[in-house]
């Protein structure tokens, strides 16, 4: 198993270009999100998915969207690039059937917004 | 809304010595799980252990336990013999309820990190 998987590794974008985060699991985890992680601080969660189809807003959610069309897939896209959004970027999967539903996080990507 | 506190930044200990690292919460849900995550200089979340709000024992994993005192609202991680490889940031974390109810979600939130460095 691969886990969790996320590309780029590391992006710089300019001000108002867009993109996007590409993450996949092949954990068949029912549960995805992202989360930003800003410098010293912790983890804030920005969108998340129970299951295909089915997605909601976390706690930062502006200037991102996201969707879920399969199981194994969790894009997040970048609208338009402002620098506030220079962050470390995580996506987490879980499962509903195994406890303690720990979260399996990526490896993560470095954005840089200038 | 929930809200975790780790009012230690940063701290130092020595090899093969213990470490506790504090972490507070707050929360006016009766059903809740906490969770210790360790980030080291790599970057990437590496799950440690958790504690049930309902949980009578304390959690322990290895040289990983689990300081759970409900009454003050703590969940201190408690490193045993350290090692240089647990020079890293440790993350203390949330989530509404005992298990990811589908509707809600998994969410957690997480306190702001406590950063750990190993002398030999």
Known sequence: NAGVTQTPKFQVLKTGQSMTLQCAQDMNHEYMSWYRQDPGMGLRLIHYSVGAGITDQ?????????????????????????????????????????GPYEQYFGPGTRLTVT | AQKITQTQPGMFVQEKEAVTLDCTYDTSDQSYGLFWYKQPSSGEMIFLIYQGSYDEQNATEGRYSLNFQKARKSANLVISASQLGDSAMYFC????????????????????????????
């Open chain 2, 93 to 120: 974390a949330m989530r509404e309820g005992l298990s990811p109810i589908k509707a809600a979600g998994n969410k957690l939130t997480f306190g702001g990190g406590t950063r750990v460095l190993v002398k030999p």
């Open chain 1, 58 to 98: 976390g706690e930062v959610p502006n200037g991102y969207n996201v969707s879920r069309s399969t199981t194994e897939d969790f894009p997040l896209r970048l609208l338009s690039a402002a620098p506030s959004q220079t962050s470390v970027y995580f996506c987490a999967s879980s499962a509903y059937r195994v």
